[in-house]
């Protein structure tokens, strides 16, 4: 392995590192909104709910990711209607189908997490806040979600792991993240080995900064809890 290799192209694919950011960051809150209530109605009494995101969970948790970006990127600009529509101002954007692409994945994953961690609650709390005439409203926002947040955090801390390294994906609708500008730089060098191990490491240092970050939330919630 060329080390002066590594160390020549290191900061230009360190400018990758920024849309990379950007669209770990955008994907998690778009599709952590998206997931609450997905996940309510995943849990939902009413089949008119339940069943129709169901359907949608199970479609983008039982189909590759990078199909679904096809799908959004290429698919979508086969029809007159939607090229002739606002969405085309999205749609024919590389860097905005990734997000769409992403942010529907990640909130599917998101949202059965959050319905396991909803199911966890302990029943006798919640009886015990309906016997005292607590709102539906209040007893989600007081008693149910707060703690079912504590249960899903290592979940979705490894949700927001996978897909920052899922954002490798977009170099394939020619989004220059990390990987998009290793390859265009391999296509030129002929030095896959080395551009490729930078890549790799780049997306580790990340790994590693998430995992802490997540940590570090989860032991600061944890104390929270046990004082409560």
């Known amino acids: 392995m060329d080390l002066q290799i590594v160390m020549e192209y290191a900061p230009e694919i360190m400018t990758g590192v920024v849309i990379t950011i950007k669209l770990v960051v955008v994907t998690m809150i778009l599709g952590l909104l998206l997931a609450v209530p997905l996940a309510l109605c995943r849990n939902s009494k009413s089949r008119w709910l339940s069943i129709p995101v169901y359907g949608y969970i199970y479609f983008f948790r039982g189909t590759p990711l990078l199909v679904q970006l096809f799908i959004i990127y290429y698919g979508f600009s086969q029809f007159e209607s939607v090229r002739e529509s606002f969405l ?123 995992i802490w970050g997540f940590k570090l939330i989860e032991l600061s919630l944890s104390r929270f809890r046990t004082a409560g």
């Open 88 to 210: 085309w101002n999205f749609l024919a954007d590389s860097y905005w189908c990734s997000i769409i692409a992403f942010t529907l994945n990640t909130a599917a994953y998101t949202a059965e997490i959050l319905r396991g961690a909803i199911k966890s609650v302990p029943q006798g709390q919640i009886e015990a806040a309906l016997s005292v005439g607590m709102s539906p409203v209040k007893l989600y926002t007081r008693i149910i979600l707060p703690q079912a947040a504590l249960i899903a955090l290592p979940g979705y801390s490894n949700e927001s792991v996978l897909m920052m390294k899922g954002t490798s994906l977009a170099s394939t609708v020619a989004l220059l993240e990390v990987t998009g500008i290793t390859r265009n730089l391999i296509a030129e060098t002929f030095m896959p080995v080395e551009l490729f191990f930078l890549a790799g490491v780049i997306y580790m240092i990340l790994s590693t900064i998430m």
